[in-house]
């Protein structure tokens, strides 16, 4: 699947006739097009927890718009539940259930039972049904009690809920989650995560989890997609992920106070190493930064670095080997981090 | 609508009806019923707002009745009797504006019912869901025709008691049979904005400008004849006109009916073409908006 | 503890540069989002037009005869038999009170909405040039929408513009609209507090076009009517222009009015501004300023 969008804003009436002229040169010229989607090609198996894990901008949310049938993709489609994306976009619809992140997907001057009747009428159920499925979720969610007051009295993380709970009224075998827990304190996100493991486990969904969050994914995913630039990079589980990430290609040295021109030196000092990363924590609270070397014989180097820093009167706290995460594995495969700003060396 | 298709393999049953089925039909019309019960719950959670439409028709109808008052030095008119048949300002002004409120359901109500959805952000979350995007904006319609039966009901009673209407009792179920006629017509005319207001982020100026082009072209506070010739013919492409001559022949006595002749057929042959022309262009756009990606975006 | 270093320190201290300033910037502000948007800005200039088209030919129909455009019965209300120009007259100047009541009332509603309200509170600024600033940026695209409404009015509907007569009527309309950016001051603050700043708007709107004389003279009223009408700026403001425009009368003629005009505007300000303040601090302690 593939889907592009063109970059130029064009305001008002005016700007949208210019917007279409503009376009139709722009698609055969091939400049100002930003490839959100490029040739995506993935499976998701019945019952399967699929994480996609990449950076803002990396195409997640478009890919689960395309798959949610909001949006068209340029190329190519998408089966969900036997039912295909273009064609059959009700089927498609009735057989799936989505999850956005962020605040403002519900009608806030509702209470939180109007909101849920209503999107069940919305997804054709009986009254007697919906009313009965209703209370089932809002007493799975522990909105029992709450459930007659409005929206706009909820905290984020209960807002949430609700809208998981819209996703399942209608009881899909198919899910779709965006950024479940953006946004989210780490109480409601271990809740969230937590319920959408036992969606997996329990209810057996099939579940496509799209996230920035390196732990969610590795926490709950059956198999990880890594995307990045609109492209699928690396899909497997996450250990095998982790895999690719050598033992000796992953070292870690925690340290006080190096100085922001440490990563410069170390660079140039060892050539072989792909990615070398300077994370200033906040030293004040008592957090020390860490220099990670990753790729390359990273492991060769250790005492390399440590001479430069002893030089340098560095203080080392401790030295990490191997261990890699996701992140690691992103890092390693794109030359970026998951947060935007770390770059490759 | 498509209908399943059994060949291919499937992870999981899917319960919700679709296609040309009994149960589905039933199913879309109670989600315009709930879309119509949301739209009044939204409503009544601002009653400031609420009480303020309600009083609007009333609001907006009372300069006109004043000016003509104030124009003539009373309430009868010799130069409106001569074209129309009847010299009484009031009731003709009266059941001319009776309307408005409507024209306001097709432009505003209907026109900016998705935009709305868009300002709530919840217009995603709707259009996932397996209803037709269609009933989404005839739930906002019924919502508004009911509002605006609520507040044309205030404005009658208002202006009887203030200046009194006399109105053929008879004539009230043909009135009504055109009204409704009219209405469709302007459901899809409704339906056709509601998809501008989606492409063009200021449709807003669409909105007002065809309001107000409307009230122009439409006999509400004047006989058709005293426009242009030019703006006569246009206002034949409208339902308002055909309506309005129709119910005033029906409800007030003596009144000569304009240049339209056969009303009924003339409004039928409106709602077919205003129907089919916005739910086409309504499938465009929305098809179109897809493809650009920018339904989420107000 | 020492303390840190406020950059600009020096100009911390209010002044009329400063302030003014500020006034300037919201003005500039303003005017750009405007200029962002040609299809509004044209829109505005033009389409009020249409609004009192069916008045005009409601006007004509109800009259007919020879002269459909003059009524013997309208003369003896409003001393002048053209309801034409009286008409135009009074929407045009309708035309500043809406925009008024809605960029005003809505514009601190649009900064909460944009999310800028709480940085813009939370400025060492004093808060009554950011409002100036505002109320000017919409004075100024009101009248602008004004010439090019009375350019078309000149040429289409029959108003005559001399230069003895401009002059005057500028006067009167500066007067309005000082009382208007009262009446707007009034609405801001109130929804501060109630968040609901466009239906307060449209109730205005509606006492205006009902109690004003925008388009029949104030006598069609009732008695209590008119009594409500002699409480709004709008009505010293129309009565004095089309006194001026389509009478003939001078400036010194209309010093009852314009006197009215200026205790109401003085009145209103005064209101405003306190209410603004009081609102803002009940606000602030129930911490709902920026929700929209």
Known sequence: MTKRFTQKKRRGIFGFLRREREEKRQESESSDLVVALDHIDVKVHSGELFGLLGPNGAGKTTLVKCLSTILIPDEGTAIINGFDIRSQTSMVRASLGMVVGGERTLYWKLTARDNLMYFASLYKMPRKLAR????????VMQLSDRADERLEDYSTGMRQKIAIARAL???PPILLLDEPTLGLDPTFSRQIRNQIRELAEKYEKTILLATHYMEEADQLCDRVAIINNGKIVAVDTPDKLKTMVKETELVEIVCYSPPPDIETHLKMQCPDVKIITLVHEDEAKGTPSKIKLIGGNAEEHISTVIDMLRHRNIRISSLNIGVPTLEDVFIKLTGTGLTEGERAG | MEKPNKKRSRTGEVKCPTGFTWANMKAESRAIWESNIKAWKLDLAYPISFVRQCLSPLIFLLPFLIYGLAVIGGRYS???????????MVTFIFTGYIIMGFIGTA????GFSIRREQWFGTLESLYVTPTSRLSLVLGMALHSTMHQSLGTAIEFAAIY?????TLQMQGVLPALVIFALMMLALYGFGILISALSLLLKEGWIISEGLHSIIMILSPVTYPLIVLPNIAQQLSKALPTAPALIGMRTFLIENYTPEVISNVFLHLLALDAAWILFGIFI???????IRKRGTLGKY | MKRMKIIGADLQQSSLRSNLLIVWSEIVKNLKFLLAYPVVFIFWAIFPIFWFIPFILQGLALVGGDTPWQSESFALIAGTPEFIPFVVLGAILNS???TSLYGMGES??????????????SSPCNKAFILIGKALSESISSTIFAISQLAICVLFFGIQLTLGIIIPVIFIIILLILGLYGMALILAAVSLKYKQAHDLAHTAEYVFGIFAPVRYPLASLPLWGQIIGKLLPLTYALIAVRSIMLLKNSLTALYLEILILLVIDAAVIFLGFYLFNWMEERTKKSGTISHF
């Open chain 2, 161 to 165: 008691l203030m200046f009194g209407i």
């Open chain 2, 282 to 288: 309504f499938y465009l756009t929305d098809r179109y």
């Open chain 2, 107 to 110: 432009v505003w109500a209907m």
């Open chain 1, 132 to 139: 009965r499925r209703i209370e089932e979720l809002l007493e």
């Open chain 1, 169 to 171: 009224l209608h009881d």
């Open chain 3, 108 to 121: 601190i509603r649009r900064e909460a909405y944009r999310g800028t309200l709480d940085y813009i509170l």
């Open chain 3, 96 to 98: 500043f009170v809406l």
């Open chain 2, 78 to 88: 010799e130069h409106l009797e001569e074209l129309v048949g009847t010299g009484d």
